[in-house]
T-cell receptor
């Protein structure tokens, strides 16, 4: 138990569906991250939120839409996804964006997403 | 583009053997972290090294950061089946972490 929880753990959706992934951290951190982990590829950073503001968007398609309502919660809204978006989506958090970004990140267990 | 190359990509050994996995880059990193990820779970931090030449030990695991802060190694002594997993290195740079593809280790009893 790392203090970062993600729901759901598994999700199967069609290309026309709309769904959301949820992440919650109980560590008092103020930076949160979304990563995509595909087979045979390094973890890909998607979005970074620091103090509830988006500070990074690594050329992610608009069919992925993040939301950070407060420093403990992070969402990833999904719509009209493609089969190649099937992957493990990991959430992470860290302490103090001035130090934590590039420092120690704590990961959730991930959501295994399958797009049919 | 900063890249971290990990080798070997796959490693299958018997319980009790020693092993070393490597993480190399042409870029300098401010810090380097090692994570272990088990199937169906997120990566779990093992260690962070920040000083060139630094060596850290965690029970049977020994981590070394290269003098130039471009590479790192992880040595496991007397591997056990519980060490099985994906070992990821990640370099800290410009506020983000750059991950390698990982070494998938399987330790057979």
């Amino acid at each position: 138990e790392t203090g970062v929880t993600q729901t759901p753990r598994h999700l199967v959706m069609g290309m026309t569906n709309k769904k959301s992934l949820k992440c919650e951290q109980h560590l008092g951190h103020n930076a949160m991250y979304w990563y995509k982990q595909s087979a045979k590829k390094p973890l890909e950073l998607m979005f970074v939120y620091s103090l509830e503001e988006r500070v990074e968007n690594n050329s992610v398609p608009s069919r992925f839409s993040p939301e950070c309502p407060n420093s403990s919660h992070l969402f990833l809204h999904l719509h009209t996804l493609q089969p190649e978006d099937s992957a493990l989506y990991l959430c992470a958090s860290s302490q103090d964006p001035r130090v934590g970004r590039g420092g120690t990140q704590y990961f959730g267990p991930g959501t295994r997403l399958t797009v049919l | 583009t900063q890249l971290l190359e990990q080798s070997p990509q796959f490693l299958s050994i018997q319980e009790g053997e020693n092993l070393t996995v490597y993480c190399n880059s042409s870029s300098v990193f401010s810090s380097l972290q090692w994570y272990r990820q088990e199937p169906g779970e997120g990566p779990v931090l093992l260690v962070t090294v920040v000083t060139g030449g630094e060596v850290k030990k965690l029970k049977r695991l020994t981590f070394q950061f290269g003098d130039a802060r471009k590479d790192s190694s992880l040595h496991i002594t007397a591997a056990q089946p519980g060490d099985t997993g994906l070992y990821l290195c990640a370099g800290g740079s410009q506020g983000n972490l750059i991950f390698g593809k990982g070494t998938k280790l399987s330790v057979k009893p």
